[in-house]
Each structure stands twice: as C-alpha cells, then as structure tokens.
C-alpha cells in the first residue's frame, strides 16, 4: 500500500513538473555521441570477428582439411556429424543474425526495481511529502507572480487549479482552492 501510495505521489511530482528546457544544439551533440559510440562499437565487433577468423583460418591451414573418411567411422556415424555440423551452422548463423540485430540496434537498459529491495520507510515518505510541499508552494508563488498582471490573470486561475487539484493535501493545495473561490479576486 504504501508502494502505491508513493508511486502515485511520484507520478502526481512529475506530471506538475513542466518539461525541462533543452540547451540549443543539446539534441544534436547527444546525437552525433551516439553516432559515434556505435561506430565504435561496429569497429570492435569487425576487430573481434576479422581476429576470430584469422585463428580459425589459421587452424585450419596448420592442421589440414579434416578427411571424415579415412578415421574408420561407419557411414551412419559420418550421416550423424554432417547432421550435427549442419546443426551448429545453423545456430551459429542465428548468433551472427541476433549479434548483428544487436548492433544496429542495442537495447534500451531498463531498470527493474524489487518491490523487496525498495520498502519505503518514513523517512523516505516524510521527504517525498516535503518536496510535494515545496513543489506546491513553488508553483502557488508562480500563481501569485502571474496574478499581478491583470492580463494574465487566466493563467494564474488555471495554475491555481492545477495546484490545488494535484496538491489538495498541503497548506499550498489549500490556498491555491481557497484562491479559486474568491472570485473578486479575478
């Protein structure tokens, strides 16, 4: 319960909260570090494939062509490897595929929180509660200051709202309302 309690109040925070403003340019840095962390990336996967090739290669040509044949293996044991070996090849393709995949498109890291792991204690409410406080006192001295503007007073009524419909419970929520039914006031 107190779980849901404070998801809740974490999600009422955000959806107060306008987006944050972004740095002119900021989108295009970000993109251009992500271009080049995955060339970086693909670079290391070629290195690592061309170096495993290279061994394999060169096993191959220090020890020969395998001859199946002349080991004295019966024809249905040699009928069992090749089906084996086809096997194998065809897993391995399907590795190559999903590396691939992997590379031209890497997963998103997502966290996932045990519910176990993360009990929320008072302590951790009574913060949460505090900084809702200060989130509505915020936006209601927002309020206030768009008020003072006589052209502007529609706006203020509709922050007033929004603090007292997503803060009901803090002294801010409460005069944020109490704002709302003082209509001289607009």
């Given at each position: ?15 107060a ?17 992500s ?14 494939g ?9 096993t ?29 090849d ?13 590379r ?41 200051h ?41």
């Amino acid at each position: 319960m107190e779980i849901d309690r404070l998801r809740e109040l974490l999600l009422q925070a955000d959806d107060a909260c306008p987006p944050p403003a972004v740095a002119a340019g900021l989108t295009a840095r970000v993109l251009l570090a992500s271009r080049r962390i995955n060339l970086r990336r693909a670079a290391m996967v070629m290195l690592i494939g061309l170096a495993a090739g290279g061994v394999a290669i060169s096993t191959i040509l220090r020890k020969g062509p395998v001859k199946i044949a002349s080991s004295g293996l019966s024809s249905e044991r040699v009928a069992e490897i090749r089906a084996e070996l086809a096997s194998l090849d065809a897993d391995a393709d399907r590795h190559h595929r999903s590396a691939e995949e992997y590379r031209l498109h890497p997963p998103h890291a997502v966290q996932q929180i045990d519910a176990a792991e993360f009990a929320p204690n008072d302590d951790v409410l009574q913060r949460v509660d505090e900084q809702r406080e200060r989130a509505a006192l915020t936006l209601l001295h927002w309020a206030d200051h768009t008020a003072a503007e006589p052209v502007n007073h529609d706006h203020a009524r509709e922050i007033y709202s929004q603090v007292a419909r997503l803060f009901p419970d803090t002294s801010a929520g409460r005069i944020a309302a109490s704002h709302l039914t003082q209509t001289e006031r607009f």
